[in-house]
Nanobody
Framework: QVLLVESGGGLVQAGGSLRLSCVFS????????MGWFRQAPGKEREFVAT????????YYADSVKGRFTISRDNAKNTVYLQMSSLKREDTAVYFC????????????????????WGQGTQVTVSS
């Protein structure tokens, strides 16, 4: 059974940085593309970034492009989200998710593309 555990969230001032981590277990990590999503209070869960199984392909939401970087370490079964130049509107619960290999970027930018989800980690950006 696949298990995803996020960490690294917290309170940060606007303009600051945070790095989120998500540890994968229960299957072969390199069989999965990985993604990060976020959900603010009263809003739907939205796509943030995705990375291919090899790490060779990445794709970002326009709202985070140039500020966030997704990466993975297949030796450590871990995916990361480096967040810089944080804004108040980045405040949300951040979720990592795992998708079986073979889906397009279009599918991987939606929640429907993912089979497994973590429990989320809170990121709060203060002004």
């Amino acid at each position: 059974q696949v298990l995803l555990v996020e960490s690294g969230g917290g309170l940060v001032q606007a303009g600051g940085s945070l790095r989120l981590s998500c540890v994968f277990s229960g299957s072969s990590f390199n069989n999965y593309a990985m993604g990060w999503f976020r959900q603010a209070p009263g809003k739907e869960r939205e796509f943030v970034a995705t990375i291919s199984w090899s790490g060779g392909g990445t794709y970002y939401a326009d709202s985070v492009k140039g500020r966030f970087t997704i990466s993975r370490d297949n030796a450590k079964n871990t995916v990361y989200l480096q967040m810089s130049s944080l804004k108040r509107e980045d405040t949300a619960v951040y979720f990592c998710a795992a998708a079986h290999r073979g889906f397009s970027t279009t599918v991987l930018s939606t929640t429907a593309g993912y089979a497994y989800w973590g429990q989320g980690t809170q990121v709060t950006v203060s002004s």
